[in-house]
């Protein structure tokens, strides 16, 4: 089992930027690769970005490409979002979420663990 909590979530302007945190606990952290999802009001939940075990890969979805980086610290058992130049339309909640696996996955259904949730909402 692994437990995932989420934090760094807030309110920011458009142009901000904002850095969320999500934190593991219960099994090796770096067996895990890791991804961040978010969902909006009304819509699917979806694939940000994407880390593999080591750390030493990553990627983007399109949306975010540029402007968001994921890094994870394997000593803290922690993974990182980094968002800049944030949008409107990149509010959502967003999930941190683990499978046990090298790579990352781009479906939310191959997962095995999911956090709880931050709320990251951008004013224009």
Same mark, same amino acid.
Do not use: H
């Given at each position: 089992? #692994?437990?995932? #909590?989420?934090?760094?979530?807030?309110? #920011?302007?458009?142009?901000? &930027?904002?850095?969320?945190?999500?934190?593991?606990?219960? @099994? $090796?952290?770096?067996?895990?690769? /890791?991804?961040?999802? @978010?969902?909006?009001?009304?819509?699917? @939940?979806?694939? #940000?970005?994407?880390?593999?075990? &080591?750390?030493? $890969? +990553?990627?983007?979805?399109?949306?975010?490409?540029?402007?968001? +980086?994921?890094?994870?610290?394997?000593?803290?058992? $922690?993974?990182?979002?980094? /968002?800049?130049?944030?949008?409107?339309?990149? $509010?959502?909640?967003y999930y941190c979420a683990a499978r046990e696996s090298y790579y990352w996955a781009y479906d939310?259904?191959?997962?095995?663990y999911w956090g709880q949730g931050t709320q990251v909402t951008v004013s224009s």
């Open positions: 089992q #692994v437990q995932l #909590v989420e934090s760094g979530g807030g309110l #920011v302007q458009a142009g901000g &930027s904002l850095r969320v945190s999500c934190a593991a606990s219960g @099994r $090796t952290f770096s067996r895990y690769a /890791m991804g961040w999802f @978010r969902q909006a009001p009304g819509k699917d @939940r979806d694939f #940000v970005a994407g880390i593999n075990r &080591s750390g030493s $890969t +990553t990627n983007y979805a399109d949306s975010v490409k540029g402007r968001f +980086t994921i890094s994870r610290d394997n000593a803290k058992n $922690t993974v990182y979002l980094q /968002m800049n130049s944030l949008k409107p339309e990149d $509010t959502a909640v939310r259904r191959d997962y095995d």
